[in-house]
């Protein structure tokens, strides 16, 4: 790697990674004319390239795929993008806003400087006011440390490293996790005829489509995407649910366990440990999937009431209910590895990376603490994770809103330099209604 | 943090300080040492399958507690397992525990979501196979084959929201996951 010789270069601003969350930032600092750079370790809409399983779709359909300035444009407003056309729609938005991008670029370490900080990369050094940490949510893959007692002979795959089926060995796989990841994974598996276990801890379950219309255009519509991070019970929780079991395709179809169920795929409870060399299963299983049930038709219910509520009402089928989640007389709570398993895919959920973050911001736990994106350190913000301000902040057009806001706190930043100022976003008052999808906790030894 | 809090003002009094068990929460999140509790027992054989067996201290909070009196338990088996019957089997103990566990866990939601409860009975069962203890079979395990514990709940809130306290409480309970998750157990001897 040649190292720039300018090794040194000043700068508004240093945006780190350039997927969907970092170019609109880009785009809304190029409005207001602040010298930035987009620092990219790969292309534009990387792990779109690199990091997505073949047949992975976005589970929200095409006409909510838009970024500040960027419609959907295509001819098929109701299909899924694939993971090549979403890199192909950030690529064009790149290319669009001519996005200071520099690519190939990796970010070795990023710690505080006299007025700001100091971004190392292979390619030389920035010095720069503020940080926008965009490399997204999904850097590292969560996997339990049990990983360490799979049997050698036994393969182990996480959603970024698994292709398609035709990569596992022939034999029986082990799908741990029921997030969309885990019920998209144990089924295209399944259909390539090898038997899958799906191990289902708390889950999210949701159809496709509901009266007619897709589940996030309901979801949209209500005002539920759109629902802030102020205004729930929980804000630890609701940035911890699993993303809900959704696959987009043509047909539309509803993949929660029910349907892999009648696929062939055995379920059984959360993945608890291994014994004597036998993956043990959780007894919890019918306690997970009650409290799915519930939460889906508390979802349904709010749909309910607000379309019953809105002014022109909808010309749309009448309210409906699915079928409980339908459990065995008695699901499998152990399950011998050596023989019936021959691959293991921990669909167990992911974490970012900030191994190079050198700021006193992650917690604990490693996990960055942040108000609504505004990290504890002036001028260090972050974009595009769960919930980060609202519930679709997650979603690629989640950028919007959350972008206007964060770029605002940003401008004032800038504007004010960096001394006695508050970095606590005004929060709202708490709603008294319960909020659909959270617990709260309560102590019960 | 939570907006079940708003509720406080609300009506239902099921007899839990929930305010209390809220506040704990939020202090232990802050001091995580003092959330490490140990709870203990100690049992006597007496004659037979006749153990007796109490609690009495446990720690936490970062130091050593106690409750309020010693509670003593008799731990036998029942006539057609030819012994004296002096009291209860150690499974039903579970089952005890089990029943304990879940309605205090109901209480507790009950309260946070200001339902009123005006009763909660649970019939709780397990099922086993002796062919296991006796080993009469290797492949039949020596505990429960299964558990099953039905609540009947008269409260103030409609059936979801019934469904919903109970999985609530299964979800936060102690004797729940201890039931339905591997242990580690170690037990050591010494010679007297």
Known sequence: MTRNPASSRAVDVVVIGAGHSGLAMSAALAARSVDHVVLERGVVANAWHTERWDSLRLLTPNWMTHLPGQPYAGNDPDGFMSAAEVAGFIEGYAARNGAPVHTGTTVLRVAPAAGGYRVHTDGGDWWCRAVVLASGAHGLPAVPRITAEVPAAIHQLTPNNYHNPADLDDGGVLVVGASATGVQLADEIQRSGRQVTLAVGEHVRMPRTYRGRDIQWWMQVAGLLDQRIEDVDDPERARRVPSPQLVGTAERRTLDLNALMDAGVEVVGRFAGIRDGSALFSGSLRNVCAMADLKLNRLLDAIDTWEHASPDRLRVPPAERFAPTRIGSAPRLRLPLRGAVKTIVWATGFRPDYSWLDVPVLDARGRLRHNGGVAEAPGLYVLGMPYLRRRKSSFIHGATDDVAELSQHLFDHLDQGATGRSYRLPTRSLREQRTYGLEAAVINA | ?192
């Open chain 2, 1 to 192: 943090m939570n907006s079940e809090i708003n509720m406080q003002s609300g009506t239902a009094d099921n007899g839990v300080n929930v305010q209390a068990l809220l506040g704990a929460r939020e202090a232990l999140t802050g001091a995580r040492e003092a959330a490490r509790f140990t709870w203990r027992a100690s049992s006597q054989w007496v004659r037979g399958t006749h153990t007796r067996a109490s609690v009495e201290g446990f720690h936490g909070l970062g130091e050593d507690q106690s409750h309020r009196q010693a509670f003593v338990f008799d731990i036998d088996h029942p006539e057609v397992f030819a012994a004296e019957d002096k009291g209860a089997t150690p499974v039903e103990y579970i089952l005890v525990g089990l029943a304990g566990c879940l309605s205090a866990g109901i209480a507790a939601v009950a309260q946070n979501r200001n339902i009123q409860l005006r009763s909660v009975s649970a019939t709780v069962e397990g099922g086993m196979d002796l062919a296991g203890i006796l080993g009469i079979d290797a492949d039949v395990r020596n505990g429960f084959d299964g558990v099953r514990v039905h609540f009947e709940i008269d409260a103030d809130a409609s059936e979801a929201d019934i469904a919903a306290l109970v999985a609530q409480s299964q979800k936060r309970s102690a004797v729940f996951d201890i039931m339905t998750n591997p242990t580690d157990v170690t037990v050591t001897t010494s010679k007297r």
